[in-house]
């Protein structure tokens, strides 16, 4: 079924071309190694093509029924494993063009009537990105599905919030596990924007001036789902701002995972001991066995560069080009590709993480907000809540603090005469109002920890999910 060239097979392009690549440049140039990715897309975008050459009178439409007919068998043979093309075709579109014409003959050299590579390429990659999309905002949605289901769970579990990686205010654990979902909202909702500059399509712009056929573009579009097409045939062929954008959206997706699992991984760390680990997503030590290791968010985390890298390896390949199409593109594929695949992994891990690989411990949690001054703001509050102006209140408890700190002891730990020494408005309401579960309800603020604001955060995560 395939054809591999041999040493001194002519080039597949024109006549110009007396002799064939040297074979280690055509291996260099080659790209079916990663652009088979986009076979279906090609295919599928090719028999838009024939239906619009048919539609327009360019070809008959016995020519074009052969043509999506003939495809629809690549299409079939690849799926089965019966079509695999080799280095020799060069790209995944020769390689498919090639298997059409052995199979419907000669009528197969017209689909590429009134179309370049160049188009073709562009139109693929845009309906390989828009399907990735696609994907991509359903896994951000089970991870945040996951979030609200543990975020519903844990509304009033209490959990140290840090400022400077100090001990700043407790916090309700649901409040805290809401702004990833927050995050990943915004991460669904970027993506939808960029869809919209994705599903623009640039076939029809020819190599980069159009063409002398009297195709129909508008056709072509609305056979492909798309919503229109690039009013500028250099701007089509050479756009990548697209696939820039995606690249910039999956590395915040990725920013977002990773700050979780740099949290995951101090959280099940023996000094924190916030969660467990479960054998489902963790492992062992070659050497040491008591220890149970947290590969999962350690393997987002390292990640989230290889992702980083493949946004700036395409800002730097598009800042210099000149228009319209240049073989440096090329080098976009194997970037989007990638980070297509590794942001839809990522997301899938940690999603099943956040479910099954992890349990919190509320015991410590409990303890951990019992052992700290992060009360000490709301002995502030209290004051400013009597009349005294909040930056005396601010210094005096400043005070209360170091001294406390000096004598071993907590602010709860102090007696009511040594509070009503420090200041005469201090009451025996005191040690409600610095207890954590007081501390953390009193923030009501719209947005705030309190767990009536929580509760309304949950049903408004709730409402983005339907």
């Known amino acids: 079924m395939n054809n591999p060239a041999t040493a001194n097979q002519p080039s597949t392009w024109s006549q110009r071309f007396e002799s064939a690549l040297h074979p280690a440049i055509a291996r260099f140039n080659a790209s ?7 076979i279906e897309y090609d295919i599928t975008g090719s028999q838009a093509h024939a239906r619009m050459l048919a539609h327009t009178g360019i070809i008959s439409p016995e020519e074009g029924d052969q043509l999506v007919s003939g495809l629809e068998q690549v299409r079939q043979e690849f799926r089965a494993g019966l079509f695999v093309p080799g280095v020799d075709a060069e790209d995944v579109h020769f390689a498919v063009e090639r298997r059409l014409t052995e199979i419907v003959g000669d009528v197969g050299k017209k689909l590429h009537t009134a ?7 562009g139109t693929d990659t845009r309906l390989y990105l828009r399907d990735q999309i696609q994907q991509i905002r359903t896994h951000l949605r089970e991870f945040q599905t996951v979030l609200l289901t543990l975020a519903e769970q844990h509304v009033e579990t209490l959990i140290p919030g840090y400022t400077h990686l100090q001990r700043a205010q407790p916090v309700s654990l649901a409040h805290h596990l809401l702004a990833y979902f927050e995050m990943a909202e915004r991460d669904w909702q970027r ?4 869809h919209q500059r994705v599903n623009v399509s640039p076939l029809g712009s020819g190599a980069l001036a159009g063409t002398t056929f009297p195709i129909d573009r508008h056709y072509t579009a609305e056979l492909l789902g798309f919503a229109g097409v690039y009013a500028n045939s250099l701007d089509g062929v050479s756009d990548r701002d697209f696939a820039i954008e995606f690249l910039c959206a999956a590395s915040l997706i990725m920013v977002h995972l990773s700050r ?3 949290e995951a991984i101090m959280w099940a760390s023996q000094e924190f001991s916030f969660i467990t680990l479960t054998d489902s997503c963790a492992t062992g030590s070659s050497i040491m066995p008591q220890k149970k290791n947290p590969d999962v968010p350690e393997l987002v985390r390292g990640k989230a560069g290889r992702v980083f890298g493949h946004l700036q390896a395409l800002l730097v390949l598009m800042k210099g080009l000149p228009l319209a199409y240049n ?14 695949v590794t942001v839809k992994a990522c997301l899938e891990a940690t999603t099943i ?7 919190f411990n509320t015991t410590r949690l409990n303890s951990a907000v019992n052992e700290d001054f992060s009360n000490a703001t709301d002995v502030a509050d209290y004051l400013a809540a009597k009349g005294v102006p909040f930056r005396e209140a601010y210094n005096l408890v400043g005070k209360v603090v170091k001294t406390s700190i000096a004598q ?8 009511l005469e040594e509070w009503k020494a420090l200041h005469p408005a201090f009451e025996a ?15 009501n603020s719209f947005g705030g920890t309190g767990f009536e604001q929580v509760r309304r955060a949950l049903a408004a995560a709730q409402a983005k999910l339907c």
């Open 408 to 415: 071993g002891k907590l602010l709860k730990d102090l007696s």
């Open 32 to 38: 079916i190694g990663f652009d088979i990715t986009l």
């Open 115 to 121: 179309r370049s590579r160049n188009d073709q390429v």
């Open 429 to 443: 309401d005191i040690y409600t109002a610095i207890a954590p579960a007081t501390v953390v309800s009193a923030r």
């Open 260 to 262: 979780l699992s740099e």
């Open 191 to 194: 993506l939808g924007e960029i």
């Open 327 to 340: 073989k440096d593109l090329q080098e976009d594929k194997e970037a989007l590709f990638d980070a297509v």
């Open 353 to 359: 993480l956040l479910r099954e690989g992890l349990q």
